[in-house]
């Protein structure tokens, strides 16, 4: 290495150390400076870009607003609807226990009228006995004094 700085003027040596701590200063420097060279947008372009962005923000915060209130309609009118279902049900319900009542009142009036003509038709059915009991006695009577009669006169 010696020998190569006798080829190797000074001056060459100072400008290259030169050079190499401008390239590590530079180096250093392109981190922070890298953000601006990336940008290559104006002023006013990046004033664009930001209304663009607010006004993006704003378009979708009034449609989630919207989907807001027209979600809350729905449910206003799901609950319309099962309020009147429920009605609807609780009126079924009232008329089914109507319905059920009539049933077990008319149930009994059925039974109690089957048993009136029951009893009628056993009423009738033992005026008839009780009659035909008295025409056979009045049969047997008279068969007893036909008997009777005939034992007389066969004894005569």
Known sequence: ???????IPTALLINLSVAGAIVLSLAIWA??????VGRSESKAERKDIKETVKADSKDDKERRKEDL???KEERKEDRKDLKEERKDL???R?????DEKERRKTKPEVVKERRKEDLKALKEERKEDRKDLKEDRKDLKEDKKARSKALKERKK
Do not use: T
Request: net charge positive; no cysteine.
């Open 69 to 71: 209130k027209a979600l």
């Open 1 to 7: 290495m010696i020998r190569l700085r006798h080829l």
């Open 94 to 98: 009232k008329a089914d226990s109507k």
């Open 90 to 92: 609780k009126e079924d």
């Open 31 to 36: 981190p922070a400076q890298g953000r601006k």
